[in-house]
């Protein structure tokens, strides 16, 4: 029995995508922790990039400019 064409795109999607987040995962970090918010250099606590989720966003906006 032979899938039909909806079920072969939805498979084709499937192996894109996790060929897709291998590839992303396999290039390792942009940026590692330094123990300071990469945005508004303010000391951040552990493995943090960002003090909170303001700075993340601008940062990724920023970067993107």
Known sequence: ??????????????????????????????????GFCHFCEEPVHGNKLFCDADCSTDYERTKRL
């Open 1 to 34: 029995m032979y899938a039909d064409p909806v079920d072969q795109a939805d498979a084709l999607h499937t192996l894109m995508t996790e060929n897709r987040i291998k590839s992303i995962r396999s290039q390792g970090r942009e940026i590692n922790p330094s």
